[in-house]
């Protein structure tokens, strides 16, 4: 209680506000609508039209026709909700039941907690668009992240059956295996940056320009040019890393509805089945961030004045604050809408090719990708 | 014996694999590209629009029961078809015609006759079975009930969805 007492009330309440509205106005959103544009353009893809036409249920009430309130189908993930609150919350007997409770909590829980150190915005109301400004940002989220994986596993532990049990096996090898290139694939960005601390990798990427895109501060020096071919390198085995950790196809081997049925979450029902979705969805949200924040700039967008703690009290300050915001979660939207085109455009690996390319290559090219990175540096200081 | 499947030899680009991801990538944008501009024809918006009208002949919906063409029952509850059910969806319960019926002493009707469409696979090896050509699988597909009881048809149900069927049928008559 001591260390909570030391802490002035504003900023308590403040920290509370901004978690409230990540988590409750901008994530839990933007999961469910991941979920309707995942199948939305998977059908345009498949040349299909996809879920368009829920609306509200008026011939429910006794009318000739549904209420079309929602313009084509946006009405989806609300029904989707709805459903999964309705269904019948099964557990099946054979299943050891606290673990089996407690997997889908440890599956969205830390999706949700790495989103913490997300500067998703510069400044509103005097206040860093940040919940925790910590100096450890990188190293809380893979800490953060690969908890997550213990979810996957305990599920399919608990389920005590061997579809669940072959999907927690692949899920542990998996997650293993990628965390190391994730890690080492993030190493030639801090090296640059020289700075754990998310919100300074975003001022960095402001006063030097975006690390995918150096030109986007006016100018591009030798320099700059030298440590582009380093970062295309990072960015690229970094973005594969991250779909292997968020289990997306290509890497989709612990759920590979073909092989598994439905893999570690094979026996779940209703909405402890949706905790599992939800929480593969904000780790890839998580995960979109961390792309945006470490390559993309973050919430910085070229040629628009930024504001300061003072500047945001005023109303242009705070328009300017909600613009970055803006631009932080639809840079996070592209980036989404990718992980989904990638998804309904490559087959699922064999689970040795999996492991070849994991170990194999990526590693490797991080590894060395670091070494070139320090070279460039050491050369062009 | 075992045998070795010669693999393709793949050239350097292919082998770095990103330039066929790319290739594949540009493959669905295009799929994407040209429903969204309305090339690619959408065939039918279900539940407002049915094809039923082009159900082929041998269409295999629910099973029914049907009348000939003086109405009499065909079924004579052989019980066939309840044997050769592959998920034991129907059930027979036999009788007797009732005895001002002047096939009283010929032939016999079922009593009750069950068909469980929750259990039903529209296999269609009933109406294969059947010997007296009662029971056939007519076009109706969407099978539904607010609960399990009234998801069973009974004989009621099953004749007023069959009808009556006229003459000779499809595998005797070697006209059709």
């Known amino acids: 209680m001591d260390f909570f007492s030391t802490l002035p009330l504003e900023l308590m309440a403040a920290s509370v506000a901004k978690t409230l509205f990540l988590v409750f106005l901008v994530v839990l959103p933007l999961v469910s609508y991941t979920v309707y544009a995942e199948r939305r353009v998977s059908a345009l893809i498949q040349d299909r039209l996809g879920p368009n036409r829920t609306g509200f249920p008026t011939s429910l009430l006794g009318f000739q026709k549904d209420l079309q309130l929602f313009l084509g189908g946006l009405g989806q993930p609300v029904a989707d909700a709805m459903k999964f609150m309705l269904k019948e ?90 965390e190391l290139s994730l890690g080492l694939s993030a190493v030639p960005v ?6 754990l601390n998310l919100s300074d990798a975003i001022q960095y990427q402001v006063n030097n320009g975006w690390l995918l895109l150096p030109f986007t501060d006016g100018k591009l020096t030798a320099r700059e040019m030298l440590l582009w071919i380093p970062l295309m390198i990072s960015f690229v085995v970094f973005t594969i890393s991250m779909f292997a950790e968020t289990n997306r196809l290509p890497f989709d081997l612990p ?127 | 014996m075992a045998y070795t499947v010669r693999r393709p030899n793949l050239t350097f680009w292919e082998k ?44 295999r919906g629910a099973p029914t029961l049907v009348k000939d063409d003086h109405d009499r029952e065909r079924c004579v509850s052989c019980q066939l078809c309840e044997f050769i059910c592959p998920p034991r969806a129907i059930t027979i319960t036999p009788g007797e015609l009732t005895s001002e019926s002047k096939f009283a002493k010929v032939e016999k009707a079922p009593k009750e006759f069950l068909i469980d469409m929750t259990r039903c696979i529209y296999c269609g090896l009933c109406e294969e079975v059947c010997p007296e050509q009662a029971i056939y699988l007519r076009k109706d597909y969407a099978i539904t009930g607010e609960n399990r009881a009234e998801m069973v048809h009974d004989k009621v149900k099953l004749y007023e969805l069959g009808g009556v069927m006229h003459g000779l049928v499809h595998k005797w008559n070697p006209d059709k």
């Open chain 1, 89 to 178: 919350e099964f557990t099946p007997g054979h299943v050891n039941h606290f673990y089996f409770w407690l997997a889908p909590v440890l599956a969205m829980v830390p999706a949700l907690s790495t989103l913490a150190v997300i500067p998703f915005g510069n400044f509103m109301f005097g206040h860093k668009m940040v919940v925790a400004d910590v100096n450890v940002g990188i190293l809380y989220v893979f800490a953060i992240a690969s908890i997550g994986v213990y979810g996957i596993v305990i599920a399919g532990w608990a389920s005590n059956s061997k579809y669940p049990f072959l999907g927690g096996i692949r899920a542990s090898s998996q997650m293993i295996s990628y």
């Open chain 1, 190 to 195: 801090l090296l640059i940056i020289g700075n």
């Open chain 1, 255 to 381: 759920e590979s509805e073909t092989e598994l049925v439905a893999g570690y979450h094979t026996e779940y029902s209703a909405m402890k089945f949706a905790l599992f979705f939800l929480g593969e969805y904000a780790a890839m949200i998580a995960g979109s961030s961390l792309i945006v924040v470490l390559f993309l700039g973050g919430w910085h967008l070229p040629l628009l004045p930024i504001n300061d703690i003072e500047s945001s009290m005023t109303l242009s300050g705070s328009i300017l604050g909600l613009v970055h915001i803006t631009t932080f979660f639809a840079k996070v939207a592209c980036i989404l809408i990718f992980f989904i085109w990638v998804r309904w455009t490559l087959p699922r690996f064999r689970f040795d090719q999996l492991m070849k390319l994991g170990w194999l290559y990526l590693f490797e090219i991080a590894l060395v990708n670091i070494f070139i990175t320090a070279g460039i540096l050491a050369a062009t200081k």
């Open chain 2, 16 to 59: 770095l694999y990103i330039p066929n991801i790319i290739a594949g990538l540009l493959i669905t944008l295009k799929h994407l590209k040209k429903m969204l501009n309305g090339e690619t024809k959408v065939i039918m918006q279900y539940p407002e629009e049915k094809w039923d009208s082009q159900l082929p002949e041998y269409y």
